[in-house]
C-alpha cells in the first residue's frame, strides 16, 4: 500500500519551482515604494493567483499537486508575501 507524502510547501517549490517564482515576485513588491494607491489584492488576483491556479491544486499538471492542500499552501504562502494595501479606502476597489 503506497502512503501519501504530506504536503508542504517544501515539496510545492520542488514538485513546481515555478511556484518558487510566483513567491519571490511577491516578495519582491515588498523592495518597492509603493504608491498610496498600491493594492495588494489587485496585484493578487489579477496577476498572480491565475498562475497559482494553473500549476497547484485541481487543475495541476503534476498529479502530486492536485489537491485542495497544496492549493491553499500556495495560495497563503504567496499572498501573505505581499505587502499590504495602501490605499485609503476600507474596501479594496475590485
Known sequence: MKTKTKI???KIIEFEPR???LYKI???EN???LPK???AN????????PEIVELVGWSARDRRLRSSQAYDIAYEKILNALP???HE?????L
Open 84 to 86: 499590504d494595501c495602501q
Open 37 to 39: 494607491n498600491y493594492c
Open 8 to 10: 508542504t510547501w517544501e
Open 42 to 49: 489587485e496585484i493578487f488576483y489579477r496577476r498572480l493567483k
Open 89 to 93: 479606502s476600507i474596501f479594496c476597489p
Open 26 to 28: 511577491a516578495k519582491n
Open 31 to 33: 523592495k518597492n515604494e
Open 19 to 21: 511556484t518558487k517564482k
